[in-house]
């Protein structure tokens, strides 16, 4: 396997990702930021969090699939979310469980961080995703 999960002992727990990934293969891909647009670029979910989250984890998961790849190759996963705040949490996370199963996304996640943003790619756009994985 391309890619080692593991949370060495005394990092904090629980968190519902691993701390640390290693990457042994040879071809990494790199999903840029998605956001919650559709294929033809409108927007999708506006001004709801949930949704947003949903449909950008959705199109990480076409960008991955496009290079032969899934969540389960992930070395490392990064949200952006604009004027971010811990009330917040619960919507965000509720987009991640809407289609964590329909996406194959495995639990523990690779490292993951989450970043407040004051701004993203355009007024209406609330959360971006990127996605770092390696392939045999």
């Known amino acids: 396997m391309a890619v080692q999960l ?5 990092m904090f727990q629980p968190v519902p990702y691993h701390h640390v990934s290693i990457g042994t293969g040879t071809r990494q891909v790199h999903v840029a930021g998605q956001i919650a647009r ?14 947003q989250v949903a449909h950008a984890l959705r199109n990480t998961a076409r960008g991955l699939a496009g290079a032969g790849a899934s969540f389960s190759d992930l070395v490392r996963l990064r949200f952006f979310v604009t004027h971010w705040s811990p009330d917040k949490a619960d919507d965000f996370m509720a987009g991640v469980e809407g289609v ?22 355009e007024p209406d756009v609330l959360v971006e ?8």
Request: proline share 10%; glycine share 12%; charged share 20%.
């Open 100 to 121: 964590a199963e329909e996406l194959g996304m495995p639990l523990p996640w690779p490292p993951v961080s989450l970043i407040g943003v004051d701004y993203l790619f």
């Open 6 to 10: 593991l949370t060495p002992e005394g």
């Open 38 to 51: 559709d294929a033809e670029g409108n927007a999708v979910a506006t001004g709801d969090l949930t949704g």
């Open 129 to 136: 995703v990127e996605a770092f994985a390696v392939l045999d």
